[in-house]
Nanobody
């Protein structure tokens, strides 16, 4: 059974940085494209970024482009999200996802596996 576990998020001040990680177990992570999504109260889950299995292709939402960087290390079964210049609007529960049915995939229903989510709070 494939499991995805995000690292603990946290509270950070605006303009600060935070790095999230997602560890995959129970499946061949090196063959999966993966992604980060987020959901804030009262809003639908939204796409943040995705990365191909080989890291040669990445996509970002307009709201995070230039501030966030998605990466992965298949030797460690891990994916990362480096978040810089954080804004209060980035406050959300962040989820990692894996194994989309298509590529590129920016819709949550396109992903088969999900982590439990981790809270990121950005204070102004």
């Amino acid at each position: 059974q494939v499991q995805l576990v995000e690292s603990r998020g946290g509270l950070v001040q605006a303009a600060g940085s935070l790095r999230l990680s997602c560890v995959v177990s129970g499946g061949p992570m090196g063959t999966y494209a993966m992604a980060w999504f987020r959901q804030s109260p009262g809003r639908e889950r939204e796409f943040v970024a995705c990365i191909s299995w080989s890291s040669d292709s990445t996509f970002y939402s307009d709201s995070v482009k230039g501030r966030f960087t998605i990466s992965r290390d298949n030797t460690k079964n891990s994916m990362y999200l480096q978040m810089n210049n954080l804004k209060p609007d980035d406050t959300a529960i962040y989820y990692c996802a894996a194994h989309p049915i298509t590529w590129p995939a920016q819709r949550d229903y396109e992903y088969d596996y999900w982590g439990q989510g981790t809270q990121v709070t950005v204070s102004s």
